[in-house]
């Protein structure tokens, strides 16, 4: 099946930096990527939508100029944690369709990355 | 956006035994529904997914059924095994909206 890589799979920061974490699809173009995060014991909240090319599309709640997404190839998305705090210390997961999940396309997730701000 | 619920949040069973996890959603434009397993810290593992022209569908010891008019799913596990202990998690997805949202998670013990 399709592969979609995320990387760092762990990451330490210190308070007040900032983090990138890369999602890249490998054999598949991506014109859809999703972002999730998932505190411990809890479901995957859905963080924002992203198409190629395009602004994200983010939920209620989740701060845009904090969680700063880019979507600039089809292979590849990024998801910055701007000005970390211990709070944003979570599992970030991507995930990525070739098209609109809803018309029949498959959605592959990545690894997830373990993010800690000390 | 949508709103998925899932019920029960945990639920254990003896080994041989059926389990069966809820979930209802709240947009009528969604049309894809599919339900992972996931273990602490991995990616979630597709393991079944059914779409709105079908009104069950059955992969081994694992069913999905949908009711449309009622927006609810469910996962019905028969012969259950300890390595069926994960947390489990269903998804409703829409053509229109394109965003994919995931339910609460149900916690299944399967006890030997």
């Known amino acids: 099946g399709a592969v979609v890589s995320q990387h760092p799979s762990r990451v330490i920061c210190k308070s007040g930096t900032s983090v990138k974490i890369e999602c890249r699809s490998l054999?598949?173009?991506?014109?859809?990527m999703f972002w999730y995060r998932q505190f411990p014991k809890q479901s995957l909240m859905l963080m924002a939508t992203?198409?190629?090319?395009?602004?994200?599309?983010?939920e209620q709640g989740v701060e845009k100029d904090k969680f700063l997404i880019n979507h600039a190839s089809l292979t590849l998305s990024t998801l910055t944690v701007t000005s970390a705090h211990p709070e944003d210390s979570s599992f970030y997961i991507c995930?990525?369709?070739?098209?609109?999940?809803?018309?029949?396309?498959?959605?592959?997730f990545g690894e997830g990355s373990w993010l800690t701000v000390v | 956006g949508e709103n998925v619920e899932q019920h029960p949040s945990t639920l254990s069973v003896q080994e041989g035994d059926s389990a069966v996890i809820k979930c209802t959603y709240s947009?009528?434009?969604?049309?894809?529904f599919p339900w992972y397993k996931q273990e602490l810290g991995k990616r979630p593992q597709l393991i079944i997914d059914?779409?709105?022209?079908?009104g069950e569908k059955k992969d081994q010891r694992i069913a999905v059924t949908l009711n449309k008019t009622a927006k609810h799913f469910s996962l019905h596990i028969t012969e259950t095994q300890p390595e069926d202990s994960a947390v489990y998690f269903c998804?409703?997805?829409?053509?229109?909206?394109?965003?994919?949202?995931f339910g609460t998670g149900t916690s299944l013990t399967v006890i030997p």
């Open positions: 995930s990525a369709s070739q098209g609109s999940v809803g018309s029949g396309n498959t959605i592959y």
């Open positions: 947009d009528s434009a969604s049309n894809y």
């Open positions: 059914i779409r709105s022209n079908v």
């Open positions: 998804a409703a997805s829409s053509n229109t909206g394109n965003q994919f949202y």
């Open positions: 054999d598949f173009q991506a014109t859809t």
């Open positions: 992203s198409n190629e090319g395009s602004k994200a599309t983010y």
